[in-house]
T-cell receptor
Framework: GAVVSQHPSWVICKSGTSVKIECRSL??????MFWYRQFPKQSLMLMAT?????????EQGVEKDKFLINHASLTLSTLTVTSAHPEDSSFYIC???????????FGSGTRLTVV | QKEVEQDPGPLSVPEGAIVSLNCTYS??????FMWYRQYSRKGPELLMY????GNKEDGRFTAQVDKSSKYISLFIRDSQPSDSATYLC?????????????FGTGTRLQVTL
């Protein structure tokens, strides 16, 4: 089946620094990838839709200058959390589909802790 | 009102019990319905996918969709401790690879020995 690889699985960074999270589709090409944020015991909140070769589409309330998304190839999307603050600490997950609504595959997630 | 409502639980059942998980939704445009299982600190994995109304069975799992009531269910038979996880319902109105999924809040399930 389709595999989405996400790295790192966890990261600790200092306030004010930037952190990059990578999401790769290993065995299929993904023109669209999605980035989610998940707080403890809560559901996935869609942050943005990453489009290969064009600008990402951000959901209402998500700061595009803080959460930079780059989708430079059909197999790689990156999310950079810039000038991270403790309130950015969360679980970030990406997903992509190889075959429509029944084919969404999620990465294993990245736990970000900002200290 | 949220587009998708799901009881967060936690739901605790003994091993071997039949588990019933449910979601209600308000958007009549939703046609594709999914159930995901998420273990702690992991990404969700797809369990069941159903298009429109009806039932679908896969091993110990059965998914039901009642579009007239805007109600979907996931049944787990002979529940096992390894089924302990959070179960998320998700749905969308389109089937393309750029279709956004709308998720429920997830139900935490604990299967005890």
């Amino acid at each position: 089946g389709a595999v989405v690889s996400q790295h790192p699985s966890w990261v600790i960074c200092k306030s004010g620094t930037s952190v990059k999270i990578e999401c790769r589709s290993l065995d299929f090409q993904a023109t669209t990838m999605f980035w989610y944020r998940q707080f403890p015991k809560q559901s996935l909140m869609l942050m943005a839709t990453s489009n290969e070769g064009s600008k990402a589409t951000y959901e209402q309330g998500v700061e595009k200058d803080k959460f930079l998304i780059n989708h430079a190839s059909l197999t790689l999307s990156t999310l950079t959390v810039t000038s991270a603050h403790p309130e950015d600490s969360s679980f970030y997950i990406c997903s992509a589909s190889s075959q429509g609504a029944n084919g969404y595959t999620f990465g294993s997630g990245t736990r970000l802790t900002v200290v | 009102q949220k587009e998708v409502e799901q009881d967060p639980g936690p739901l605790s059942v003994p091993e071997g019990a039949i588990v019933s998980l449910n979601c209600t939704y308000s958007n009549s445009a939703f046609q594709y319905f999914m159930w995901y299982r998420q273990y702690s600190r992991k990404g969700p994995e797809l369990l069941m996918y159903t298009y429109s109304s009806g039932n679908k069975e896969d091993g110990r799992f059965t998914a039901q969709v009642d579009k007239s009531s805007k109600y979907i269910s996931l049944f787990i038979r002979d529940s096992q401790p390894s089924d302990s996880a959070t179960y998320l319902c998700a749905m969308t109105g389109h089937t393309g690879t750029a279709s956004k999924l709308t998720f429920g809040t997830g139900t935490r399930l604990q299967v005890t020995l």
